[in-house]
């Protein structure tokens, strides 16, 4: 998973992107040199990485020009997948910025090179997987996630299922392994590479006895990868609280209730808090979480008869959705707030 961009010219950070959590200062001025010695070493080459705590340090550099581009991602991502966006990278940022550079007064436009860096976080997009044995849920979350018709019939996924899916502004690989145990020879093949695994139970003491395989295939195939257990049907009588699960598998549960498509919010900040990504260290997810604070705003309102408020609203939200790219979603919160504008317009002649 790709979590930051940093461009360095004359050791100076020149363009920084950040999707999730990173290098901070304190971090980045602790390894910059180490990694500027061996990149420009005489046993150092064009490209290479390095590896610092929890992160990998991927670089491409121009010695001519005094150039890094760096690239930080997780301990688990592979450098032979990293290293053609770097030379692609370096070769686009050098044919927009490289007769320019050497200006006294040379300055990178973050309008401009902000898409080209988007598109390279999504040729490295994380990976999610989604695991757990048959009839938990998995394939019901996974479509709460897409945004698509809940099935309230459980069908056993065949093999898996992988989805590209968007979250705000950012792209995600969604992978939903089939449950059933004639079709464990495939897990370790389809969990690695995961930038970040869900475990899906249904919150039966049977279940979660089973589902401890799922931390053994975890730590064996993506030890680097963020893991948490998603404490599913919790709506039912037999369910077990979540701090008894927590307290019977030692780790981080979330209480979730799949079939309610009201829950899709929740889904997508604990897949947010699970990649350590927040409004104040991924910008781009922010127009998200601000349509979901005012959606909770509107609700009110409306409870109020504030509608003058409601419109105003309404506007916000639409905005939100063609920042996002949801069009239809824009539309359609147009749509109900020329409803109230006409309503009021009728109550006031």
């Not at 050497?102 to 990976?127: C, G, M």
């Not at 701090?243 to 209480?255: A, P």
Request: proline share 3%.
């Amino acid at each position: 998973m790709l979590r930051q961009v940093f461009i360095i010219i004359n050791d100076t950070i020149a363009y920084q992107r950040t999707y999730a959590k990173g290098l901070d200062s304190n971090l980045f001025t602790n390894i910059y040199q180490k990694l500027k010695k061996a990149a420009f070493s005489k046993f150092g080459g064009e490209a290479g990485s390095y590896e610092f705590f929890e992160y990998k340090l991927s670089y491409i550099v121009d010695e001519n020009l005094n150039l890094i581009l760096l690239f930080v991602s997780g301990l688990g991502d592979n450098f032979d997948d990293i290293k053609p966006q770097l030379k692609k990278f370096k070769t686009e940022f050098l044919e927009f910025y490289g007769d320019n550079i050497k200006d006294d007064n040379f300055e990178i436009i973050s309008d401009i090179l902000d898409p080209i860096v988007d598109n390279v976080h999504r040729n490295l997009k994380p990976k999610i997987s989604l695991v757990g044995f048959s009839g938990v849920g998995k394939t019901t979350t996974t479509k709460l996630i897409k945004s698509e018709e809940i099935p309230m019939q459980h069908i056993p996924t065949i093999t898996g299922e992988v989805a590209t899916i968007k979250i705000g502004k950012l792209h995600f690989f969604l992978w939903d392994f089939a449950g059933q145990d004639q079709f464990d020879f495939l897990w370790e093949k389809f969990i690695r590479g995961s930038d970040a695994v869900l475990l899906i139970t249904d919150s039966t003491l049977e279940n979660l006895e089973k589902s401890r395989y799922f931390f053994e295939l975890v730590n064996k195939i993506v030890p680097t990868a963020r893991l948490a257990v998603i404490g599913n049907k919790q709506d039912l009588p037999n369910a077990m609280k979540v701090e008894d699960i927590e307290r019977l598998l030692g780790h981080k549960t979330y209480s979730f209730i799949a079939v309610d498509p009201n829950n899709r919010p929740k889904m997508i900040r604990i897949i947010a808090d699970l990649l350590d990504m927040d409004t104040g260290v991924s910008p781009l997810l922010q127009p998200m979480f601000e349509r979901d604070v005012l959606m909770d705003k509107l609700q009110e309102a409306l409870q109020q008869g504030e509608f003058e408020k409601v419109i105003e609203i309404f506007e916000k939200i639409s905005n939100l959705c063609l920042e996002l790219g949801d069009d239809s979603l824009a539309i359609e919160f147009q749509n109900k707030s020329k409803k109230i504008q006409d309503m009021l317009a009728k109550l006031s002649s």
